[in-house]
C-alpha cells in the first residue's frame, strides 16, 4: 500500500513539474513548439539542441538564426524575421548597390559598431548578423532599419 501510495505521489508530482516547466523554459527564451528551431537554445548551439544548420534550405538556417537572436536579447520575433525578409529576404550571402551587406544589410559604420565586428566576425554570417541586429535593437537602435520605425 505505501509502495503504492509513494508510485501515485511520484507520478502526480512528475506530471506538475513537466507541465510547469514548459512555461518556465518559454519565458527564458527557449524555443517553442512550431519555430523552425524547435527544442533548441537561444544563443549558440548546446550539447544536446538542435542545430539551426540541420536545415537544407538557407532560408530555414536564416529563419533559425533570427528567432534565436530575437529570443536572446527579448526583441520581438516577428518584427525582427519581418526586418530580416524586407531587407534581403533572408538570403545573408547578399551585398546591394550601396555596399551594404548581409542578412539585415549592415553598412560598414554600423557592422564596426557591434562586438561581433571587433572578433572578426562577417554580417555574412547569419548567426552574428542576427545577434548583432539584435543588440542593437536591444540598445535602442531600430532606427537603422527604416521598417522597423
Known sequence: MRALILAALAAA?????????????AARGHARAGD???GALCLKDRPGTKSCHRFRDRVAVARCFVIRAA??????????LFTARVESRYRWWVTNGSGHRGMFQFDDALWGATPYARRHRSPYEPRFAALAAMRIWAHGGYHHWGCCE
Do not use: E, T
Not at 508530482?13 to 523554459?25: H, T
Not at 536572446?72 to 520575433?77: D, W
Open 71 to 80: 529570443r536572446h536579447y527579448h526583441q520581438s520575433v516577428s518584427l525582427a
Open 36 to 38: 523552425p528551431c524547435a
Open 13 to 25: 508530482l512528475l506530471l506538475a513539474g513537466g507541465l510547469l516547466a514548459r512555461p518556465a523554459l
